[in-house]
Structure formats: C-alpha cells, structure tokens
C-alpha cells in the first residue's frame, strides 16, 4: 500500500507545482494574468483527470476477463 | 479575479476637431484604430452629408483602378503585392492620383480602341488572304483538267463539281455524286452549265463558256452558320446558285472579344442582278462578309501580294501597340496596389468626417466616439501628430463625456485568444464589464474536446499538423488563400494545437494509441501460469491485484480484456459527472465575481447562494459519493453500492428495509438523516431562489415610494395598471407634506447596484420564476448533458479499435512477400480511413459537443451575453474587409 502512495504524491506534487508554483514565476507582462489563468487551469484539469483514473482503479470491483491465449501471452512476454 | 478578465472600460469622449487638421487627425486614429465613432448626422442620408463629394471622386479613382487591375490581368501580368502601408495621403495629393489615374485610364482606352481597330483591319485581311488563296485554288483546279482525290483542298463537293464539269456535254452523272453535293440539290443541268461557266476566265474552257454570264460573290462566314446558310440559299434562290465552301484551317481572333472562332471561305455563283441582291441580302443576315474579289487570275494574284505586304505591315504596327499597352501596364502595376491601399484610406477618412458635426462657427468639427479608458494617452498622442502634420496651431480637444448609454464591449485578444474570443463571441458578445469566459475556455475548451476525444495517437496528429500552421504561421498568411475551409483550420490553429495537446494527455491516461495500450510500468494485475487452467476467467480483484494501481492511466490489461467496456464505461460515467459538475460550479463561481464586481448584494444572496446550495446539496454530493466509492474497499464487490439508485432514493425519500440484496444497503452510518437533510436544503433553496429577490425589491421599492404617498401612487395610476394595483395594496404611510418633495423617483438606486425606476412587479416575479425553473430543472439536464463526454470518448475508441480489427489486422496477418504488399496497401487504407473519419469527422463531432458543452453549460451559469463588440475605425480592418470582398 505504500508503493500506492508514490505515484499519488509525484503527481499531485508535479501539477500542484505546475499549479501554484509556475504562475508566480511568470514575468511581469500585459498577459500575465491570463497566462497565469492558463496555466492553472491546465494543471486543475489535467490533475482531476489524472485523479480520477488513479482513484477508480484504487479498489477495482472487477478484474480483466482475458481468454487463454491472451493469458499465455502475457505470461510469456510482460 | 483581476481587471484583465473583463472587457475594458470604456468611455464616450467628445472630439473637437480643427477643421483643417480633422483630415490628418483621423487619419492617424485609423492608423492606431482604437476609437469607435459614433454617426451624429443619422437623420441626414448619404447625399446630403458634408464630404459627398470626395467620396464620389474616391469611388471614381477606386473604379478606375479596378478597370486598372482588370487590364493588367487580361495581360497575364501578375498583380504584385508589396504587402507595405503607405500612409493616407494628404487631401491635395488626390488630385495628383486623379490625374495619374485619369491619364492612365485614357491612355490604355486609347490604345485598347487603336488595337481593336487595327485588329479588325487584320482580322479583315487574313480573310481576303484566305478568300483569294481559296478561290484562286478553286479556280486553278478547274482549269487543270483530271481531278484527283490527291487535291490538297479535295473535298467532296470539288470532286464532284469537276466530274459534273467534264461529262457535261455527255450528260453522264453519278448520282452519289450529286448527292452528296447539297441537300437542297439542284437540278444537274444547271449545275452542269453553271459549273462550265464559272470557269470562264480559263482560256482552255472557251468553248463551253460562250452561253451565260455568271457573278459570283466571295465571302467569310461562321463555321456553325454555314449549313443553314446553305440551305436558306438554295431554298431561296430556287437552286439556282451555286454554294462552294472550304474551311480556313487556322482559328481567327474576333477583335471585340478576343475569342478565337473558326470560319470559312465560301463563293457563290448566280446569274443575273435579282439573284445577286437576294444573295447579298443573305449573306447580310447571316453576318457573313464579303470581299471584293477580282475576276481575273492576274489581278487576283497583284491583290494577294497586296494583301500579304499589308498583313506584314499591320503585324508590326500591332506588336508594336501591345509593346506599348504592356509597357504601361507594367508600369502601372507596381503601383496599383499602393495606390488602392491609399485610395481606401482616404475614401474611409471621408466617410468617418461625414460622421461628424459642423460647429456653428464652421471652424471645427465635433465628434463624438467611444474608447478605452486605458487608450487615451495614446489618442492623444495621435491627434497631436495629426495636428503638427497638418500645420494647424490650435491643438485638437478631447473631452470625457457621461452617458447613460451602454458602452460597447472591448475584449483585448492577441493571435492566441483572438480565436477562442470569436468563439465566445459567437453565442452573444459579453454584457459589458462581464466576466469574460475566453481565458477559461481558453483551456476548458480543448480540455472538454480532448476527453472525448483521447487518443494519444490521434491527439500527436492533430498536434503536430497544428504546430506546423503555427510555426509556419508568416509564410502562410502571406500566401492569403482563398479556400474557405482551408482558412477555417488556419484560424483556428492555436485552439487545434491545444485540443491536440490535450488529447495527447487524455489519450494517454485512457492509455489508447490508435485503440492500443502502451505497458510502461507494468500492469497492476499479475497472472501466473495456473491461471491457465481454467478457460476464459475473470482476474479477481482480491487474488491478481498488485494492491497498487497503474500509476498513470489506465492499466493496459483492459485493452486485451473481454470486458473492457463495462469497465470503462463505469469509469468514463463517472469521470463525465466529475467534471460537469466540476465546471457548472465553476460557472456559478463566476457569477458570484459578476455580482460582487456589479456591488449587487441582492443577487449574491438570493440567487448565486442559494444556487450553489442547490448544487452542492445534490450533485456536489453524487460527486462526492462517487469519490468515495473509489476509495472504498469491498471484500464482497457484488455488494457495493449503486450510485444510481441512491440518488433516486434519496430523491424519493424511500429507504427501503433491507430485502436481501446488499446492493441498497446504506453507505455509511447516518446516510438516511443526512440526505434527507440534503434534500431538504435543496428542496428550501428552490423558494429562495423564486421569492426573496423579487420580494426584498418590492419591499424597497415601497420604503421608498411608500411615505411620498397618493401623489406618486396617482402618477404611477396613470403610467400603468399593474402598478396601482401593487401600490394599492403596498401603501399605507401618507404624509401628503413631503408630496411636493418627489415628483420623480426615477433612477433612484438603493446602493445595490439596484435601480428601480419603473419597478413592475409582475415581470420581474415572472422573469425571476423562469430564472428558477431554468435554473433548478438545468442542473439536472445539464449533469445528464455532461454525460455526453463518456459517450462520445466510447464512441471515439470503439471506433479506431474496430478499425485497427478490420482493416490493418488483415493486413498484419499475412505472410510472406505478399504479405507486404497486403500490409502496404492495407497500411494505407487504414491511415486514409484514420484521417478522414477519426481525425475530421469524429474531431468535428466532439468540437461541437465541447462547443455546446461550453455555450449552454457553462455561460448558462454566469454569462448574460447582451452586450455589442466595440468596432473602431481601423484601416487595417478597412483594408482587410475590402480584400475580402474583392476575392469573394
């Protein structure tokens, strides 16, 4: 469970440097404020998608259904 | 939430103008194009303004110019384009274009008429060449005895004609011969005679000669008009002429249209003066023309020589003239486009001072425009340049005026946003001072399309195709293509380039690749070799799961699994919810800035609080839930519960006793109290959001109107009904002392943002009642609508798996040399399939509904869109407009 908390701490790190971070960073121009927009909002959406497709698959309710050959395949080569 | 997110501030400034430096000052505001007039003569029409006159001159030179361009163009010359802004020239220098114009316009008449002249001269000659060498030939064969079939010019009708002339006397005829002579057919003893005496002047032919004298007349007519002349002929001559025709061979070039045409020579014998005249008279309405051709061999020959020297001689003259026209146009055409650019200006200049006011001392002219606050440093400055180039030395005054007017709305947008603004623009311009949604669509707009459209390699190609129009970005709009379509993608070429990047990103996280997974970390899922045994099983979540799950995306196992869409349906389900509801809030959020930024109270109390209780309490919860889930574990997953039928539970209020299945059982401890409560608060906001504001108005209203008592109620009586009502029954406080005080309570505002001069109940009630119902009805509509993010992404990645199944699959499976060759032209089917239907159509699927997505969802929540887009006068606008006309 521990290992679970890596990649969940990389990314929410990551983008929230992304989110937070960057913006202030930004040189002082006509724009910057709308860079600034920009670029939060890219990290809050991009981090919500990450999110949510890490967090569905947390406690998965159903497993693959794979057929034998594709078992056998995966057993030989992954 | 800073300034830069609204439209600018605007202000209606005053403009006194000197008048001689308006000239030179509008011209440097075109230049800078940031102010907007406004027209102060709208009751004048266009013929009784001040400069109509100009503005004739100008449409003038401008026609002139177009007549211009299209000689230059019948030349093939190509139309240069230095792509530079000459200023507008000053008012005298247009009198200087005029005559350049003038001139130029009647030297290429001139030349034109002279080469047309010359031409038909030419055109006229080249016939008579051809008519002489035709008839001389004609003559010469019938002279020369035994014809053969070898004769260069044999066509039937000769062959026919010399065997009708030499078994004349014999009376021997062929009647296929005759035949195919003409269909009106003339009897074969006139043609015999005829044929023997029209060969009179040949010595040999003496004998036969003696009888008749026969005219003939020689001529040139259309190639397409000949077999009904022929036939009229005949007909009208009763068979006695005799038609003879040959085809020129070389095309001739009409000198009105210069189109080429094909023509023939033909020569018509007949007898006597009557049939002359009716042959004339034909030949007349069939506009064929005719040439005087000599009866004798001699001075036929002395005439060709003739014609030929004149020919020779006309062709120098006439290559000369074109030297000449193509001397002047080229001249001309290094400047034509830097003169229209400068006719363009002046006549835009003449039409803004048309705009403007007289003084009554007729010194200075009075304007009246629009402009940022922020600009008016920089108008300043220009009107100061204006002044100093016109020489004038009393400065030019710009005066800041109130209004009560609504000013026009002015969103700043550089090459980046310009787009996403046309966009927003295009479902209403933003009310003024309005938050403006561009800088979040900005990104929620590609980030919407990409989720319904995640594919990464899709997502690459699109990307890139985008980057090259950006990178290549002057090359192209220097090119200024006229392809509608083409244009359409180049402008959008920044909103493109996001979308792609964003489906890069989605594309990855689904983990889809043109319908195939990347394993970069390894799959969570771990199988061993007993899992073999047992044909076709589900992996089971508490004996093959790692425990840790793919760190980025979706783990690749699903791509081969058999059940992959109930999975990702579920996900993508839920992921859709998340995000609507994500962005509606979002939305309200964005209200809450407006009111706050407005100083209406009111509105964020009774309407954007109550909103966001409204939403939060039901779908803020779902969401909520969802989340939840996710994170819970269940030992037994049949026994999870269905979001589903807890949102209509709660709805319900109907918790059933549990009956067996563990699917309904409660969440967590205290669900049932909690989403009663919740619904309830959801249930209270909905008469919050209906009564509070209309009532707390009214109440205001009447604190206000209440103690100035019967005077106002009377007044009120006489504007409109539903007033009195409400006021007879609102009213109790008189002090007929104070009636005097208030006899207008127009514009009173209550320090809300609020003005309530003609306060209607009855409307706002009812305006307010259908802000509810969309409202409350519009969250629920508007989260199913959301919904529309996982069909399409389903929709988007069973299509490119079905095609990677039917298409390239066929071509990896076979083997050897062919096998290639399959792959090949496989390969190159599903590429072209990719492009055409994944990338464009479905592309374009999913840009509308993230289109829809953001007009109706979102701006729904915040956005009014009444405002109207600030225009300023801008010759570079001017310019581009006229270009665009043109080319259309």
């Known amino acids: ?78 | 939430m800073g300034q830069q997110l609204r439209s600018e501030e605007m202000t209606l400034c005053q403009l006194f103008l000197q008048s001689e430096a308006a000239y030179a000052c509008v011209a440097e505001l075109g230049e800078l194009g940031l102010v907007q007039f406004r027209d102060l003569n709208s009751a004048t029409n266009a013929f009784q303004r001040k400069f109509v006159n100009e503005v004739r001159r100008c449409d003038e030179m401008e026609r002139k110019l177009r007549f211009l361009e299209r000689e230059v163009r019948k030349d093939n010359l190509p139309i240069v384009s230095f792509g530079d802004n000459p200023e507008a020239p000053q008012p005298r220098e247009m009198i200087d274009l005029e005559a350049t114009f003038e001139k130029l316009e009647n030297e290429l008449n001139e030349v034109n008429t002279n080469a047309e002249a010359l031409k038909k001269t030419f055109l006229e000659l080249t016939e008579l060449k051809h008519i002489l060498k035709q008839t001389q030939q004609f003559f010469d064969e019938v002279g020369m005895g035994p014809w053969s079939t070898s004769n260069p010019r044999g066509s039937k009708k000769y062959q026919v004609g010399a065997i009708h002339y030499h078994s004349g006397s014999e009376r021997a005829w062929d009647d296929d011969g005759i035949l195919q002579m003409a269909d009106g057919g003339p009897t074969h003893d006139e043609h015999a005679t005829l044929l023997g005496e029209d060969a009179r002047g040949q010595p040999q032919n003496a004998a036969g000669a003696a009888a008749l004298k026969l005219g003939f007349v020689a001529g040139v007519i259309l190639r397409e008009r000949l077999p009904s002349f022929e036939r009229l002929l005949w007909r009208v001559c009763h068979g006695n002429v005799f038609l003879r025709q040959c085809d020129i061979d070389v095309a001739l070039e009409d000198p009105v249209s210069g189109d080429l045409v094909s023509k023939s020579v033909f020569i018509i014998f007949f007898q006597g003066d009557q049939l002359k005249a009716k042959v004339k008279k034909i030949c007349e309405s069939f506009r064929a023309t005719l040439y005087p051709c000599p009866d004798t061999p001699t001075e036929r020959r002395e005439m060709s020589v003739g014609v030929l020297t004149r020919i020779e001689d006309l062709n120098t003259v006439l290559r000369q003239t074109q030297d000449h026209r193509h001397r002047v146009l080229a001249a001309a055409n290094k400047n034509i486009q830097n003169w229209v650019v400068r006719v363009r200006k002046i006549k835009a200049i003449y039409h803004t001072l048309n705009l403007f006011n007289l003084d009554v001392t007729q010194k200075c002219l009075i304007a009246e425009c629009w402009c940022a606050v922020n600009d008016i440093d920089r108008i300043h400055y220009a009107l100061r340049r204006g002044t100093e180039k016109s020489g004038s030395s009393v400065p030019c005054i710009l005066n800041r005026m109130d209004t009560k007017e609504t000013p026009p709305t002015y969103n700043r947008t550089n090459k980046f946003t310009a787009a996403f603004q046309t966009m927003v623009d295009a479902y209403g311009v933003a009310s003024y001072r309005e938050i403006n949604p561009t800088p979040f669509t900005v990104i929620t707009f590609p980030f919407l399309f990409a989720v319904m459209f995640g594919d990464c390699g899709h997502g690459l190609i699109m990307f890139l195709f985008a980057l090259w129009m950006v990178l290549k970005e002057q090359g192209i709009m220097a090119q200024k293509s006229k392809d509608e379509i083409w244009n359409t993608f180049f402008g959008g070429r920044y909103i493109i380039l996001l979308m792609g990047g964003f489906s890069i990103y989605t594309g990855l996280i689904y983990n889809d690749c043109f319908s195939k997974s990347l394993n970069i970390f390894g799959s969570a899922w771990s199988i061993k070799k007993s899992d073999l045994s047992n044909d076709s099983s589900m992996l089971l979540p508490s004996k093959n799961f790692d425990g840790t799950p793919y760190a980025f995306g979706v783990d690749p196992i699903w791509q081969l699994a058999t059940n992959k869409i109930p999975f990702s349906n579920s996900y993508k389900m839920k992921v859709s919810v998340i995000l609507g509801v994500m962005q509606m809030t979002f939305g309200v959020m964005l209200s809450f800035y407006n009111h706050r930024f407005f100083q209406n109270r009111l509105n964020i109390i009774c309407e954007f609080i109550p909103q966001m209780i409204f939403l939060m309490s039901i779908f803020g919860y779902l969401v909520l839930c969802i989340l939840g889930k996710w994170m819970t574990y269940y030992e037994n997953p049949s026994c999870a519960p269905s979001l589903l039928l807890m949102l209509i539970n709660m709805v319900m209020f109907s918790y059933p006793a549990s009956d067996g299945t563990c699917i309904t059982e409660s969440f967590y401890t205290g669900q049932q109290f909690f989403q009663v409560i919740l619904v309830l608060i959801a249930m209270a906001c909905i008469p919050w959001i209906l009564l509070a504001k209309p009532l707390i108005l009214r109440k205001l209203w009447l604190a206000q109107n209440g103690q100035y008592g019967t005077l106002n109620t009377v007044q009120v009586q006489q504007k409109d009904e539903t007033q009195i009502i409400y006021n007879e029954d609102g009213t109790i406080a008189q002090q007929p002392a104070m009636q005097e005080t208030v006899v207008n309570n127009a514009g009173h505002d209550f320090g809300h943002g609020i003005t309530l001069d003609n306060f209607d109940f009855g409307e706002i009630f009812i305006n307010q009642a259908i802000h509810t119902i969309e409202y409350c009805l519009g969250s629920v509509s508007h989260t199913a609508s959301y919904l529309r993010l996982w069909a399409l992404s389903l929709a988007h990645a069973q299509l490119s798996e079905v095609l990677w199944n039917m298409v390239l699959r066929v071509g990896l499976n076979q083997d050897g040399a062919m096998g290639g060759i399959v792959l090949f032209l496989m390969f190159g089917f599903w590429a072209g399939l990719t492009v055409m239907v994944l990338l464009l159509m479905e592309g374009l699927s999913a840009f509308l509904h993230a289109l829809r997505l953001h007009w109706v969802e979102f701006q729904s929540k915040f956005y009014h869109g009444e405002g109207y887009l600030f225009a300023p006068f801008s010759f570079e606008s001017i310019l581009h407009n006229a270009e665009l006309e043109d080319s259309a």
């Open chain 1, 1 to 78: 469970m521990v290992s679970a908390v890596i990649p969940f701490l990389f990314f929410t790190v990551f983008w929230g440097i992304i989110g937070f971070v960057v913006p202030i960073l930004i040189p002082r121009s006509d724009n910057r404020a709308l860079i600034q927009t920009l670029v939060m909002l890219t990290a809050a959406c991009c981090y919500l998608f990450w999110l949510c497709v890490w967090l569905s698959q947390l406690n998965p309710l159903i497993g693959p259904i794979l057929s034998k050959d594709v078992i056998w395949m995966i057993t030989e080569y992954w």
